[in-house]
Structure formats: structure tokens, C-alpha cells
Nanobody, 118 residues
Framework: QVELAESGGGLVQAGDSLRLSCVFY????????MGWFRQALGKERELVAQ???????SEADPVKGRFTISRDNLANMVFLQMNSVKPEDTGVYYC????????????WGQGTQVTVSS
């Protein structure tokens, strides 16, 4: 069983920076792909960024060049550095994970609210 715990959300102004953190518990962290998702009010949840067990990253087009995902395999943590945030970045951000052999994300954190004011 894997558990995830996010932190770092809050209320910021457009143009500010914010760093989300997620702690991974329960299994061998280095065998898992990590992702950050977000869900805005009234919208479907979307993948923001993901990082493989080997450190390869990908970001969704709306955040490319502004958000960076990273991981610390010694601390069992994944981070989302959010720069130049925009009001449309507002939503609940979820940390999620899947084993490298699994196609779908399996475990989810409880979510952390990010609100960007204009």
C-alpha cells in the first residue's frame, strides 16, 4: 500500500511562485512514476507534469516553461515548482503515483488547494 501526502498550496498573486511537495510512503519510491494533477472547479482533472523513476520529465502545454517537476529518491519526495502563476492555474493539486509496470495512476494524495488571484 502506498500513501501520499501533499503540502505547499495556498493563496498567491498572479506572477508569484509556489512550490508543492509530496511525500511517498510504503513502497520502493524509485520503482514508481510520480505525477501532479490538478482539477479546477467544474472541470475534469488533468495531468500537469510527471517524472519517471529515471528522472525523465514531461509537462502539459499550459504549464510548459513555468512549472518544473522534480524528485528526491533519497527523501521519497516529489516537487512541483510553479513559477509565473496565472489565475487559470487555480485548482486542487493532487500528487499521484503508479508502479513502473502499471499503465494507470493507482494511488492519490488528498490534494492541496492553490488559488491564484489576479
Amino acid at each position: 500500500q502506498v500513501e501520499l501526502a501533499e503540502s505547499g498550496g495556498g493563496l498567491v498573486q498572479a506572477g508569484d511562485s509556489l512550490r508543492l511537495s509530496c511525500v511517498f510512503y510504503g513502497r520502493t519510491f524509485s520503482s514508481y512514476v510520480m505525477g501532479w494533477f490538478r482539477q479546477a472547479l467544474g472541470k475534469e482533472r488533468e495531468l500537469v507534469a510527471q517524472i519517471t523513476s529515471g528522472g525523465s520529465t514531461s509537462e502539459a502545454d499550459p504549464v510548459k516553461g513555468r512549472f518544473t517537476i522534480s524528485r528526491d529518491n533519497l527523501a521519497n519526495m516529489v516537487f512541483l515548482q510553479m513559477n509565473s502563476v496565472k489565475p487559470e492555474d487555480t485548482g486542487v493539486y493532487y500528487c499521484a503515483t503508479k508502479h513502473i509496470s502499471t499503465p494507470d495512476y493507482t494511488y492519490w494524495g488528498q490534494g492541496t488547494q492553490v488559488t491564484v488571484s489576479s
